[in-house]
């Protein structure tokens, strides 16, 4: 896509992030909610956003069904009160509907996996059930402009015009940090265009390219990004990734999970994950590398966090 269309296609997303961002009413009410409560606390939304990220590592889903099934969950969430116990069901609908809209039909994980792997107490009946209501009070179709809309193409449109070398600016690292962020529910309250952009200056000033740093200058002149919300919005980034980055990171549901899978199950899932045989695990499956866990997926992991990455970094001011 040439530079012109790469553009008007910006300009026409920007206008309309704004019908796909959650109620703030909601959101604060659900960061103002205790864990005594009988409603859904941020802690606990955090932990179920990344349990979806677990569940999309391991059915190979995309960063895109990830991030649609993340807004689904938060627009949902922001205008319906719900307990706890439904939560699980809600997520994995969210998920189950994104990854039917952006995934190849050959590559969708059948209800009832999703609900085995989940470890979900609720049948596929009741999970397509809540996929009609979320699709109703949504008015959900097929898409949703994120926050990975805008991150695609201002990393498009950076390439484009950059004389510097093309594969230091990483798009497989910046989805892995979007995904990092959206594990907490303050970021859903930020506009999808900024974030992206909070997101690609990081990057760009992390491997200090003044080339690349002036097109992203050139970005937010053209959406009329403020200078300070984008700074609000980078320091907040820089603070999650550097969370990210730091051994004593401390995640909701910490603790590793642990499914039982039966011979006929470990066949039936072998297309998605390589299981081990029988012998080696007497059909226990728990945490590893080719084990089903509620840690989250491999792009987690530290070389898309850089330890150097620091609360206090001192980072280029932003043009006036």
């Known amino acids: 896509m040439d530079a012109f269309k790469l553009m008007k296609e910006l300009r026409v997303n ?5 019908h796909y ?9 659900i960061e ?9 606390s941020a802690k606990c939304r955090d932990a179920k956003v990344e349990d979806l990220w677990s ?17 689904l969950l938060d627009r949902f969430l922001a205008m319906i009160r719900i307990q706890p116990k439904h939560l699980s069901c809600v997520s994995v609908s969210c998920l189950h509907m994104a990854a039917k ?10 209800a009832d996996d999703l609900i085995r ?9 009741d ?12 008015d959900f179709k097929s898409k949703a402009i994120t926050a990975l809309t805008f991150l695609h193409l201002y990393h498009q449109i950076t390439l484009s015009h950059s004389t510097d070398r093309k594969e230091k600016l990483s798009l497989e690292k910046l989805e892995a ?6 594990c907490r529910i303050s970021f859903s309250k930020a506009k999808p265009s900024v974030l992206a952009l909070s997101l690609l200056r990081q990057e760009i000033e992390g491997i200090q390219s003044e080339d690349m740093l002036e097109i992203a200058y050139h970005i937010q002149r053209h959406l009329k990004i403020t200078d300070g919300e984008l700074l609000l919005w980078s320091e907040r980034v820089a603070r999650c990734l550097s969370d990210y980055a730091s051994p004593e990171c401390s995640k909701p549901n910490h603790k590793k999970l642990q499914w039982i899978v039966s011979r006929r199950t470990a066949q039936n899932l072998h297309s998605y994950r390589v299981v081990p045989d029988e012998d080696s695990c007497e059909d226990m499956m728990s945490s590893g590398e080719e084990s089903l866990s509620s840690s989250l997926g491999s792009d987690a992991e530290g070389p898309f966090f850089p330890l150097h990455l620091r609360r206090q970094k001192q980072r280029q001011p932003l043009h006036a």
């Open 55 to 71: 569940l999309t590592s391991f059915f190979g889903y995309s960063t895109q069904t990830f991030v649609l099934a993340v807004n």
């Open 14 to 18: 920007y206008e309309q992030e704004a």
């Open 21 to 29: 961002l959650p109620k703030e009413t909601g959101l604060n009410l």
């Open 127 to 138: 999970l397509c059930r809540m996929e009609k209501i979320v699709a109703e009070k949504l």
């Open 117 to 125: 792997i989940g470890q979900c107490r609720f049948t596929v009946s």
């Open 101 to 110: 809209v952006t995934e190849e039909e050959c590559n969708l994980a059948p």
């Open 177 to 182: 940090q979007l995904k990092a962020c959206l």
């Open 32 to 40: 103002s909610t205790t864990e005594d409560d009988n409603r859904i």
